[in-house]
């Protein structure tokens, strides 16, 4: 089984920084890409940022480039998301997803429970 669990979120203050964790877990061969995405209410779930492990790629959405940075430590099979200069619209569940090869399967996909990141003075 592999799961992910993010950690990270809270409450800050237009302009404030936050840092996201995600840790990949269980039977996992190797890992494709490591993603955050973001589920603002009453909107769809939207990609923010993905660690490509092949090449360490990485990909931004616009309304986060210049501000939101996603790294990845290959040992710890964990990725973060610096948060800076954060805007009330940045607010939302944020949820990291992985792609990885498992013992059992060779693509499979795995989501978190999500992580709320709130944006408000």
């Known amino acids: 089984q592999v799961q992910v669990v993010e950690s990270g979120g809270g409450l800050v203050q237009p302009g404030g920084s936050l840092r996201l964790s995600c840790a990949a877990s269980?039977?996992?061969?190797?890992?494709?890409?490591m993603a955050w995405y973001r589920q603002a209410p009453g909107k769809e779930r939207e990609s923010v940022a993905a660690?490509?492990?092949?090449?360490?790629?990485?990909s931004y959405a616009d309304s986060v480039k210049g501000r939101f940075t996603i790294s990845r430590v290959n040992a710890k099979n964990t990725v973060y998301l610096q948060m800076n200069s954060l805007k009330p619209e940045d607010t939302a569940v944020y949820y990291c997803?992985?792609?990885?090869?498992?013992?059992?399967?060779?693509?499979?996909?795995?989501w978190g429970q999500g992580t709320l990141v709130t944006i408000s003075s």
């Open positions: 997803n992985a792609v990885v090869a498992s013992e059992r399967y060779k693509n499979l996909e795995v």
């Open positions: 269980g039977s996992i061969l190797s890992i494709y890409v």
């Open positions: 660690f490509i492990s092949s090449g360490g790629t990485t």
